[in-house]
């Protein structure tokens, strides 16, 4: 058959252009490496025509963020006949909507925090929920847009309903889970490890957190009981599933052991494009798991397909 050859979309017109770069290239790199033809695309609005010229095998989907992991340029690749990794067109829909998403797993058993989805300019001077609570745009990714709001504050974030706010007008208001942030990647149908993530500067794993080097501590594996640890896994299988994600997905969570081993488990929300950034995590949980980073890469690009 030859070389395959493999497109690597990257960058696109998100928030998470930035991080989405890094992410394609570092990907791209490793590609290459790995002994396959290597073309690198920087999204723009004629991707499909670029893609038409080109002619790949596979695409290797490194977007981020709207149209890049909403099921849009999914749908592109569909029509086109494409194979490309990660989720298809249905489950990154789906997974995009952080209310959606949490309505599917919660039905599949899996434990979520309360939670309602409103429109940013309902925000008036009353608390839609009782405080804590923490303010999410309903279709954002990398914690853009994220606000805490604490149990003293008096009146929601007037930053929502403000010009400044650029992440839409479907907000979600869910109740503050206090505790220890862990999240574990689904690679195919296999649950990887379970990682915890420590903010250096934050209490909060904002976006300097995740992608400034030095902005986090990742503590593989994380250190809880093997009861916590296993059914952390069983959760994010569960969620990849009742999703419909293919491929590779990250599940994040929140784990309250304050009072008790046992505690609250919360499941926040499922990635389908995690990043490939060198902080990454998902690439650290498949070389725990024993898989290089090229071999990683490559077990995606060999598992692309449509009808996803």
Not at 17 to 45: F, M, Q, W
Not at 199 to 216: E, L, R
Not at 253 to 281: A, C, H, K, V
């Amino acid at each position: 058959m030859g070389v395959k050859h493999v497109a690597v979309l990257m960058g696109g017109f998100s928030s998470e252009r930035p991080v989405s770069l890094s992410s394609g290239n570092a990907c791209a790199d490793a590609l290459e490496t790995a002994g396959y033809k290597v073309t690198r695309i920087d999204v723009e609005h004629d991707v499909a025509s670029v893609l038409l010229e080109l002619k790949p095998d596979v695409v290797f989907n490194a977007l981020h963020g709207p149209f890049g992991e909403d099921g849009k340029i999914q749908g592109i690749l569909e029509y086109l006949e494409i194979p490309y990794t990660h989720s298809g067109v249905m489950a990154s829909a789906l997974a995009m909507d952080k209310a959606v998403a949490k309505t599917l797993v919660k039905a599949a058993g899996v434990p979520v925090a309360e939670a309602k989805v409103l429109n940013r300019f309902d925000f008036t001077s009353e608390h839609p929920i009782k405080p804590p609570y923490v303010v999410k745009p309903v279709a954002e990714g990398s914690s853009f847009g994220v606000i805490i709001v604490k149990e003293d504050q008096s009146h929601p974030p007037q930053v929502i309903t403000s010009s400044e706010w650029r992440y839409g007008d479907r907000v979600m208001a869910e109740r503050y889970v206090y505790g220890r942030e862990l999240t574990c990647a689904v690679m195919g149908d296999v649950a990887l490890g379970v990682t915890e993530i420590v903010s250096k500067a934050n209490s909060f794993y904002d976006y300097d957190s995740k992608y400034a080097v030095g902005g986090s501590e990742h503590i593989l594996p994380a250190q809880i009981s093997p009861k916590i640890y296993q059914k952390i896994q069983t959760l994010a299988l569960k969620a990849h599933q009742a999703v419909g994600c293919r491929g590779v997905s990250r599940s994040d969570f929140r784990y309250d052991d304050r009072f008790s081993e046992d505690g609250e488990l919360i499941w926040l929300e499922i990635n389908t494009q995690p990043g490939m950034t060198p902080t990454s995590l998902v690439p650290e949980m498949a070389a725990h798991a024993g898989h290089s980073f090229g071999e990683f890469l490559t077990w995606m690009v060999e598992d692309a397909s449509c009808l996803r």
